[in-house]
């Protein structure tokens, strides 16, 4: 075991409450180059929990241990995720015009309470969750994927970030909370747009929330089989304000994740030949790729936030009642203390920090496993001769807070005609707009596959390995 660093009591950042000269910022160019290089540079210094910066140099503890993040998520009675106990918030030391705001402005959702107000609002999103068939799902997942397949098979080439990761999960979602069709890809757009913080962000953020306001008057009236309905309806007796923005954060939460994930795993089993030795070899499922690449590279970076509700030593840190901390969950999973061999294949190991942990785990991760699942072995179905067409040190981030997003996968394949397509690819709205998921099949088998539409060979059939 290797010895930590004993960092100073406290960090004159936190004993201030205002920016401190020397320390690492988790915003601009250092944090986004490599952020998992900064991890490292913290962790030599600072051991499991070190003290940065945030937006507007506003201090906060970054946890970094892989034990210690399981110990603030898994007790709020010490970490609530209450942002209103924030100190700096409440000694007037937040502008209002923070980046921070979404993450940090209370509203009435599971992920922003404790105690038995948690329960109740997290009981109902659960619950409604878990009436979702997951064949079902896998269903809607397999349609959506061959029709942006269909779109790019003829081409022989494309970015698999703008046509497929950042499309599929934001269609899927839409037919689970119940909103139209047609508000798919304007979904998509505006989803995008609020997470990258862009000039129209607002405007998109209205959209949605306008979208979604919609959605709960019309259930109220006519209930359907969808989140928004199971959410009106169940006994925790939620208030309209409480149904929108559950289904919002839903609806946004899931679609970052799971773009990620897609995006993350397509780059890691297209430029690691780890996974491509594995793979050819029989010894890793698409199943096992993801959970490799939630340890290795999680969709998301940090979670914002935890809030001190009194003194407390993490890590051998003084942290003082009110003070942030933010979830480093890419850097937990890199502990040297449970991997002291990143190279590893950690096959069935589970006890990643992709999904977080304790009373705020997230709810809908099986459904995000699900949509990228299938998404990606319909993706390597159609086409499983697929190459990257640049070079992997080409590849590009744009790097936040929270997460980074890889721009663009650029894929080169052969051309493949798309008159033979099997019926899953028909158009979803030819089906009841608001049953995404029908109690029976209502898709039948496909034909035989033909020219220009059949399993690859090789290492990509032995992805697609159920255990």
């Not at 594995?278 to 936030?305: C, F, K, R, Y």
């Not at 809030?307 to 407390?312: I, P």
Request: hydrophobic share 40%; charged share 20%; net charge negative.
């Amino acid at each position: 075991m290797s010895t930590q660093p004993t960092p100073p009591p406290q960090c004159p950042a936190h004993a201030a409450g205002a920016g401190g000269g020397g320390l690492h910022r988790l915003h601009g160019p250092e944090a986004e180059a490599d952020p998992f290089a900064l991890y490292e540079r913290l962790r030599a210094e600072y051991g499991a929990v070190a003290p940065v910066l945030v937006s507007g140099d506003l201090p906060a503890w970054l946890v970094l241990g892989h034990r210690e993040n399981l110990d603030v998520a898994r007790t709020p009675s010490r970490f609530a995720r209450d942002p209103r106990g924030w100190r700096d918030m409440k000694e007037g030391r937040v502008p209002a015009d923070t980046p921070l705001g979404p993450m940090v402005s209370w509203v009435p959702v599971c992920n922003f309470t404790d105690g038995p107000v948690h329960e109740r609002l997290r009981g109902a999103v659960v619950d409604s969750l878990e009436r979702f068939d997951k064949r079902g799902i896998r269903r809607y997942v397999t349609r959506f994927a061959n029709q942006l397949v269909d779109r790019i098979a003829g081409d022989g080439y494309a970015d698999l970030v703008a046509s497929f990761s950042d499309q599929l999960p934001m269609l899927v979602m839409t037919q689970l909370v119940g909103a139209p069709d047609e508000h798919g890809p304007r979904l998509v757009k505006a989803a995008r747009d609020m997470l990258q913080g862009t000039e129209t962000a607002l405007q998109s953020d209205r959209y949605v929330t306008l979208t979604l306001e919609q959605l709960v008057m019309e259930r109220k009236v006519k209930p359907a089989h969808d989140l928004a309905s199971w959410l009106i309806e169940h006994p925790a007796d939620l208030s309209d304000t409480e149904v929108l923005m559950h289904l919002r954060v839903v609806l946004i939460a899931a679609y970052e994740t799971t773009a990620n994930l897609i995006a993350n795993t397509l780059r890691t089993v297209l430029t690691d030949p780890r996974f491509r030795a594995s793979l050819s070899g029989g010894h890793m499922t698409l199943p096992d790729a993801l959970e490799q690449v939630l340890w290795d590279d999680p969709p998301i970076n940090t979670i914002i936030g935890r809030w001190a509700t009194g003194d407390t030593l993490l890590g051998g840190q003084q942290v003082k009642a009110g003070d942030m901390l933010l979830l480093g969950l890419a850097a937990g999973n890199a502990d040297p203390q449970i991997r002291p061999d990143p190279s590893v294949s950690v096959h069935g190991n589970r006890s990643h920090l992709a999904f977080s942990s304790g009373p705020h785990e997230c709810p809908g991760q099986d459904i995000g496993r699900a949509i990228a699942d299938t998404g990606i072995e319909v993706l390597l179905d159609r086409l499983p001769d697929l190459q990257l067409a640049v070079g992997a040190d080409e590849l590009r981030w744009r790097g936040t807070l929270m997460s980074r997003h890889i721009l663009g996968l650029p894929v080169r394949f052969t051309p493949r005609s798309v008159e033979n397509a099997a019926p899953h690819t028909e158009r979803a709205s030819e089906h009841p707009p608001h049953v995404p998921i029908p109690p029976q099949p209502t898709v039948a088998p496909g034909p035989a596959p033909a020219a220009g539409h059949r399993r690859g060979g090789g290492w990509w059939r032995r992805l697609f390995g159920r255990r």
